[in-house]
């Protein structure tokens, strides 16, 4: 929007109207140095949430895949103790014959260990997730306060601006009911000439 605003001001700064009258001249002057300050000052707050917003929260965002990577190794891991945990249980129904009992002990052999690496998996996943949910609060505590700061400072400097284009280019005792008369008055006028087109 400030560009358009630069490229608005610097298309009536270059209108020939400039040249004929010098008073227009000055108004335009005046609206294009605004304008370009206004577009110097919202790039500077681009940046500043770009370095203070935008790239903390890809960074945040960055801890996602090793996340999910460790919830789908979770998973994986309780997916092959259910599968041995139901092994041992097939063994452990039928009947108690010396091949069957060394069955059974095999797949309990097998079953301890991803069991263990399960049990391990998820208690690591149920202390840390916790944590890091509610981290969140704090890591974007900072971003939040530095986006209003950013705000703050860009509207202040935004008044002031265009309260100092107010004072160069207002014609004082006017208000804005008979500016939009005048405006509308003069639109009439146009509207009025032979050459204007009735749509």
Do not use: W
């Not at 630069?6 to 009536?12: A, F, G, P, R, T």
């Not at 945040?60 to 090793?66: D, E, T």
């Not at 108690?96 to 301890?112: D, I, Y």
Request: proline share 5%; charged share 35%; aromatic share 8%.
């Amino acid at each position: 929007m400030s560009k358009a605003a630069v490229k608005i001001s610097s298309d009536l700064l270059s209108n020939p109207l400039c040249e004929q009258d010098p008073q227009f001249l000055k108004s335009m002057t005046a609206l294009d140095t605004a304008m370009r300050r206004m577009d110097a000052f919202n790039q500077e707050k681009v940046n500043q949430i770009q370095k203070t917003v935008i790239e903390p929260l890809k960074k945040f965002s960055s801890v996602f895949p090793s996340l999910n990577m460790a919830v789908k190794r979770r998973e994986q891991t309780l997916q092959d103790y259910k599968r041995l945990q139901s092994k041992v249980e097939k063994y452990e129904e039928k009947e108690k014959t010396g091949p069957t009992m060394v069955k059974l002990h095999q797949a309990r052999e097998e079953l301890r260990p991803v069991r263990e690496d399960f049990e391990a998996k998820n208690k690591q996943l149920l202390e840390e997730m916790p944590k890091f949910y509610h981290s969140r609060i704090d890591y974007f505590q900072p971003s939040f306060e530095a986006l209003i700061r950013a705000q703050v400072a860009y509207f202040t400097e935004m008044h002031k601006i265009f309260g100092e284009l107010t004072e160069q280019i207002d014609q004082p005792g006017l208000t804005d009911e008979q500016r939009e008369r005048d405006n509308e008055a003069r639109l009439s006028e146009l509207k009025a000439l032979s050459i204007v087109a009735d749509d």
